[in-house]
């Protein structure tokens, strides 16, 4: 009892600490940006008009050698929020649900719900559409979403009727996809941004952000994700206006690299449920260069509201203790290997914009360190002082804290990522700085079955000829790297 009475005029410092160290966790801002490859002015790209993103990548670490999981929607946002790998998961497709495999995942929102933040959302974070819906455990109020197939001239909607890809967005008749008419691959139109969901969904965000303000008390989680470049490319008028089409360049390399093999790459895909795109998947020059404008216009067209945001995150004083992702979830050919859109296993569809800005943490500035969406996961909760997640799901990051401390630290050797393709393979891929290597086998098989693809990318023009027949020893050595990681799950 002494004792107890000795430590009773301690007990509100304490309560005082307490309440300052709490006070004191910092909020995260998770900005995911649909289909956006690094074609944004911080990475070099010339003709990209992205100044919001560009500020951004000013105040922190700019990866430029990060890397999605898998190049696909709805496996890389998995990737993200379960910090697993698909090949971990066993998920490769848009229609499985991530609770039919893991019941009790733990998302990235749910850990920080567990540790005391509010975890909310705005717009395409988890993919919904295709027979997938978002996860209500994962956040404390349910998600706004917005389309991300959406036109505002009915011309561009076969008259205002329900399209292919509108119809797989919104869970509609799944089974007649092929009976319903193709939408329009771009628009643009005299209207405000809010006409288009980007616009809504930064206005939703900056309410999030001002509510957040009033809560003083309970730190917040708040993703972001916006819809745009995602096809249709759909936005107003002005930031097509952005942008001299003529200065464009078409591809160069419009075919599969020599040696390949033949299911390597794709043909067609998403693209043809677009008008004017044939079933065939063929786009002749004129469509190609409106396929880049319209791809590069609604990148400027997400920056702007992206900037919106921001300024509202510094107008409320909120940004010196906020950490700030940008992360786009896969890449997107734009005509190369004669390819548009993603899905494949090489740089173009795999390679991705990552900024991390986490205030105190080291100097602004870039790195080299190669990295896999599944990192940030464990990177955010280092940042937030956060203990360990454990999962149950598998946890396959690696913390980027080291890097963002010092550019030149390495945490990792490769990155690793995956496509499956028909009769049962998968294709699991090592990228290191120089090279790719991607074994193509059905899991389970012996390794002497498969089949390698292998470039360098250190080479004039990568990609152009399969190497794994001239170069036995690179071979070897990523092998053996790939060799660390499991099988692939089925």
């Not at 967005?169 to 092929?178: P, S």
């Not at 360990?388 to 980027?400: I, V, W, Y």
């Not at 010092?406 to 393709?421: E, I, K, L």
């Amino acid at each position: 009892m002494s004792c107890f009475r000795h430590f009773l005029p301690l007990l509100p410092c304490l309560i005082s600490c307490l309440a300052a160290a709490e006070e004191s966790k910092p909020n995260v801002l998770l900005i995911c940006v649909d289909d956006l490859k690094p074609v944004l002015g911080c990475y070099g790209d010339k003709l990209a008009k992205t100044p919001n993103i560009d500020r951004l990548a000013a105040r922190g670490m700019r990866f430029d050698m990060a890397y999605c999981n898998q190049a696909v929607c709805a496996p890389s946002r998995n990737n993200l929020l379960l910090g697993s790998r698909s090949t971990s998961l066993g998920i490769y497709d848009l229609s499985v649900n991530f609770r039919k495999k893991v019941p009790d995942a733990v998302t990235l929102p749910q850990y920080f719900t567990k540790n005391g933040y509010r975890s909310e959302a705005v717009g395409k974070i988890l993919h919904s559409g295709h027979g997938n819906s978002d996860d209500a455990a994962s956040w404390v109020v349910p998600t706004i979403t917005e389309k991300v197939v959406e036109y505002l001239d009915p011309a561009n909607s076969a008259g205002g009727k329900l399209t292919r890809e509108e119809a797989y967005f919104t869970n509609q008749q799944l089974g007649k996809i092929g009976q319903l008419p193709k939408g329009s691959a771009w628009e643009s139109t005299v209207s405000e941004d809010e006409g288009y969901s980007d616009g809504r969904i930064a206005r939703e965000a900056i309410k999030r952000l001002q509510a957040a303000k009033e809560r003083k008390d309970t730190p917040f989680f708040l993703a972001v994700g916006f819809v745009k470049p995602h096809l249709p490319f759909t936005a107003p008028q002005k930031y097509w206006d952005m942008h001299d089409p003529s200065k464009f360049q078409l591809a160069t390399n419009t075919r599969p690299p020599e040696g390949a093999p033949r299911y390597a790459g794709k043909k067609g895909g998403e693209i043809t449920n677009y008008t004017p795109i044939p079933d065939s998947g063929e786009v002749n020059d004129e469509t190609a260069r409106k396929l880049i404008h319209g791809y590069y216009a609604a990148t400027s067209f997400a920056d702007a509201q992206l900037g919106k945001v921001l300024d509202e995150l510094d107008r409320l004083d909120l940004a010196k203790n906020t950490i700030i992702v940008l992360w786009g979830d896969h890449g997107w050919h734009l005509g190369d290997h004669g390819i548009w859109t993603k899905h494949t296993n090489y740089e173009e569809a795999n390679r991705i914009p990552l900024l991390l800005v986490a205030p105190g943490v080291g100097k602004p500035g870039a790195t080299r360190q190669l990295a896999e969406t599944v990192d940030i996961y464990p990177t955010l909760v280092e940042l937030a002082g956060l203990p360990k997640a454990e999962g149950p799901q598998p946890m396959d990051g690696t913390s980027l804290v080291p890097v963002l401390k010092d550019p030149a630290a390495r945490v990792r050797d490769h990155a690793y990522h995956c496509f499956p393709r028909g009769e049962g393979r998968m294709g699991r891929a090592i990228r290191t700085e120089r090279y790719r290597m991607v074994e193509w086998k059905k899991p389970g098989e012996p390794a002497d079955n498969a089949d390698i693809e292998l470039y360098d990318y250190q080479a004039e023009q990568p990609e152009t000829k399969n190497l794994a027949d001239s170069q036995p020893e690179v071979v070897k050595e990523l092998r053996a790297i790939l060799d660390r990681h499991p099988e692939a799950k089925r």
